[in-house]
């Protein structure tokens, strides 16, 4: 099975601060990796596939790059709206295992 | 408008059978593969199942393996996790989401609660 490692687990930030998540896949996943945003008591929202793909819709400040077993997600610069748990999810191979999540907080 | 409506969670004890559906609209569901994702209270996600468009390749979370059965039936776009001797680990809220080309998902359902507790 592919384990993916996301850090940190947690980050506090201050609105206009420019954000990376890291995301480590076990084994080589190509650009199978996607990134989800989660806010309380909603479902999961995707941001990113293919690695570096923006989802319609998403604003542009969003971005992610990466490939093989090494990836991140970077917010340029933050909105009150992006505090909220952010997942990535590899899906090279099944099972499509996500990561455990990193908690984005208000600084 | 993509929806996706979960239902059929609730209460159950352990060793119990529950079966969710969900009911999608605003796609062409027979053109689009389906996942059921799950979340525990207060913990991240854990994908569980995976059904392709014709429902000729699926695939299952090992945690889940054996218990539960995922299916399709492309003629009421809707689809169905028939879950078996349930355990307190089953505990989550059970998301249905339409797969992306690449594996993403990229449309979620509300989600439904699952408690199995005695």
């Known amino acids: 099975d592919i384990q993916m490692t996301q850090s940190p687990s947690s980050l506090s930030a201050s609105v206009g601060d420019r954000v990376t998540i890291t995301c480590r896949a076990s084994?080589?996943?190509?650009?199978?990796l996607n990134w989800y945003q989660q806010k309380p008591g909603k479902a999961p929202k995707l941001l990113i596939y293919?690695?570096?793909s923006l989802q319609s819709g998403v604003p542009s400040r969003f971005s992610g790059s990466g490939s093989g077993t090494d990836f991140t997600l970077t917010i340029s610069s933050l909105q009150p709206e992006d505090f909220a748990t952010y997942y990535c999810?590899?899906?090279?191979?099944?099972?499509?295992?996500f990561g455990q999540g990193t908690k984005l907080e208000i600084k | 408008e993509v929806q996706l409506v979960e239902s059929g969670g609730g209460l159950v004890q352990p060793g119990g059978s529950l079966r969710l559906s969900c009911a999608a609209s605003?796609?062409?569901?027979?053109?689009?593969?389906m996942n059921w994702v799950r979340q525990a209270p207060g913990k991240g996600l854990e994908w569980v199942s995976y059904?392709?468009?014709?429902?000729?390749?699926?695939y299952y979370a090992d945690s889940v393996k054996g218990r539960f059965t995922i299916s399709r039936d492309n003629a009421k776009n809707s689809l169905y996790l028939q879950m078996n001797s349930l355990r307190a680990e089953d505990t989550a809220v059970y998301y249905c989401?339409?797969?992306?080309?690449?594996?993403?998902?990229?449309?979620w359902g509300q989600g439904t609660l699952v408690t199995v507790s005695s």
């Open positions: 999810q590899q899906s090279y191979r099944p099972m499509y295992t």
């Open positions: 293919a690695a570096s």
């Open positions: 989401a339409r797969g992306g080309v690449l594996g993403d998902i990229d449309y």
């Open positions: 605003g796609f062409t569901f027979s053109s689009y593969s």
């Open positions: 084994q080589s996943i190509s650009s199978y």
């Open positions: 059904i392709s468009s014709s429902s000729s390749t699926i």
